[in-house]
């Protein structure tokens, strides 16, 4: 129930730690897929579950936080 009511800010949030988390499993070349697809999944959910809670709390810093995050990443792609 919990999950279900914080489903979209959890696909707000999730995308930072999904590329985090597969950029730092980088490092483990020789480590299994599966294993790695484990480790950020256990990691990244827990992650933006509590990061859409307080999404819930602090709406708008939360919005101009994440325009922030998508312009840099824009910008660092590059």
């Known amino acids: 129930q919990a999950l279900g009511a914080n489903s979209y800010n959890i696909y707000l949030s999730h995308i930072f730690f999904v590329n985090f988390f597969q950029d730092v499993l980088m490092i483990w070349p020789g480590g299994p897929a ?3 697809a484990a480790i950020v999944f256990l ?9 859409s809670r307080l999404i819930d709390r602090f709406p708008r810093g939360f919005v101009i936080g994440f325009i922030v995050l998508f312009v840099l990443a824009f910008i660092a792609r590059r």
């Open 43 to 51: 990691v990244a959910l827990p992650i933006s579950y509590g990061i």
């Open 34 to 36: 599966l294993a790695k």
